[in-house]
């Protein structure tokens, strides 16, 4: 009996090694996001540059969205040419660019813009954070300056309100 036991441990863990690369694969989710003339990104080319960056993801249809924008604009006008940037990514995705596009424009978003093509940032939430992103707008990321994930915020996030919390992190 203890012989069979034995023999079947071995047939499954065998199994599940065979499986590994399998599963393993699904791990390297892709983060790839793009810009509007479709070249491609990844928000690691925006970290670790000396300053704080707040990505701010968004949707064309987001009514909150289109209130916190401006927010973001002025925090990132004021703040750019010295402690801290924004990045914008819009959860339009490729199908959805000329309303993501028009919304860029009405808001005069000075910042950077990344559209989702539908996965990538599920999976720069779920690396950054190990918990997976419901996919609500806007989200909020706020990255110290040595690329280091601080702050996330699920709703609107006001230039007062990140002003506030870099000057208190800066102090400590």
């Given at each position: 009996?203890?012989?069979?036991?034995?023999?079947?441990?071995?047939?499954?863990?065998?199994?599940?090694?065979?499986?590994?690369?399998i599963f393993g694969s699904f791990a390297l989710a892709d983060e790839t996001l793009y810009d509007f003339e479709g070249?491609?990104?990844?928000?690691?080319?925006?970290?670790g540059k000396g300053k704080w960056l707040v990505v701010t993801?968004?949707?064309?249809?987001?009514?909150?969205?289109?209130?916190?924008?401006?927010?973001?604009?002025?925090?990132?006008d004021t703040h750019s040419d010295k402690d801290a940037n924004v990045l914008g990514i819009s959860m339009d995705g490729p199908a959805r660019k000329s309303e993501a596009r028009t919304f860029v424009e009405r808001h005069r978003i000075s910042f950077p813009n990344l559209l989702d093509g539908g996965r990538a940032?599920?999976?720069i939430y779920l690396r950054a954070t190990g918990r997976p992103w419901f996919g609500g707008t806007p989200m909020n990321l706020v990255y110290a300056p040595d690329g280091k994930l601080v702050v996330r915020r699920i709703?609107?996030?006001?230039?007062?309100?990140?002003?506030?919390?870099?000057?208190k992190e800066t102090k400590n």
């Open positions: 009996m203890m012989h069979l036991r034995l023999n079947l441990l071995r047939a499954l863990l065998v199994a599940m090694l065979a499986l590994l690369p070249g491609s990104h990844t928000l690691d080319e925006y970290l993801v968004w949707a064309s249809d987001c009514a909150i969205c289109e209130r916190e924008i401006p927010e973001m604009v002025a925090f990132h940032f599920r999976a709703g609107p996030l006001a230039k007062a309100e990140i002003e506030a919390f870099i000057e």
